[in-house]
């Protein structure tokens, strides 16, 4: 990647590359391998730089308590079972999802190439970021790709009356002619847990009709969400049935724990979710008819004759084309908390 700005920081904007050896530094000190760390640290370098800021470095703190706790493994070595033509397995050993899905990627890739399908179902994992980096590079290498990962119980089924599914997200990208990739990328619960944070951190309320209290009323009060209320699905019904496909695939297909599973009520400082990803890659060269590519881009020219101005992900590959020029902007705040975690 071209990067505008070579220096550590210029001002209160840092350089791709001196922004992932920083967060790298900061994870290895707490903790992790350098593999592991430069996966995650890029991870959330790339979610800074394309304004995705519940998942960007606001999650470090997040990173650095679940690893100074032992609640994750930073050096987990993932393990990959060759399950089936179009079918592995990772055992991510209690460590992060991303270098499981790392170690997978090449053997998915040529599976999915010859069969046309390939499955990745990864288990024992820890995400706590979004899932569109998970997604996006496939795209780039040709392949429609699909992925779910569930979270920690915070989230109330429709019709019931307590927390039980995470926030689920369900990311989908799609190669393009000449493009960056189609890709969306979304929670299933009305808005992220994350975006819960923010707003309690910025003193600001929540939309209302996304979250209830510990008693079960509406509330518009981060704080509330945070201390024993929970969030609805987006939709009512439609978001907790896609809610429920997340944790049936993420979870009951991989092996993973279901967010309601894992008890980490007694392991203070916890912030990862324990549970499971599920992956799935298409190959279009293997559709026949007429070639998906155009098919693509008919639907997008049909889309935008119909008076859509914006497509998902545009605002991301906006900003991150900002950011390749002008740097990644780092608050004054935010600078000090990362350099608080490089030394504590
Ligand atoms: N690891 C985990 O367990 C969890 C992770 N997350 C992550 O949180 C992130 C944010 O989720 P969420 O708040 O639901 O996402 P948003 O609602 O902000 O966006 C969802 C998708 O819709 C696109 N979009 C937004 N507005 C428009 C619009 N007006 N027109 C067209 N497209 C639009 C976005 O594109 P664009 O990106 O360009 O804005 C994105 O692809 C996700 O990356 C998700 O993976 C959420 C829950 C749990
Ligand atoms: O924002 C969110 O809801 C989450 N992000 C990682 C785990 C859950």
Redesign the pocket.
Known sequence: MQQAHTGARTGDRIAFDPLVELLTAILVRHGANRHVAGIIARNCAM?ER???T??GIFRMAGYVSSLDCGWVDGTAVPVIEDAAPAYCRVDAKNGFAQPALELARKTAVEKARHTGLAAIAIRGSH??????PDVEPFAGDGLIAFSV????RCTVPHGGDSPLF????V?FAVPRQGEEPL???????A?????VQIAARAGQQLPGGVAVDANGAPTTDPDAVLNGGALLT?GGHKGSALSMMVELLAAGLTGGHFSHEFDWSGHDGAQT?H?GQFVLLIDPQHAGGRPFGDRVETLIKDMRFAG?Q?????????NRRRAEQQGIHIGVEERARLDALLEG
């Open positions: 979610c394309d304004g995705c519940s998942h995400h706590l970021s979004a899932l569109w990962v569930n979270s920690f995470g926030t689920n997200p990311a890709v969306f990328d979304m929670a299933t619960s808005i992220p847990n994350g975006d987006f979710p549970t859509v914006r497509l998902p992900a545009d605002r991301r590959y906006r």
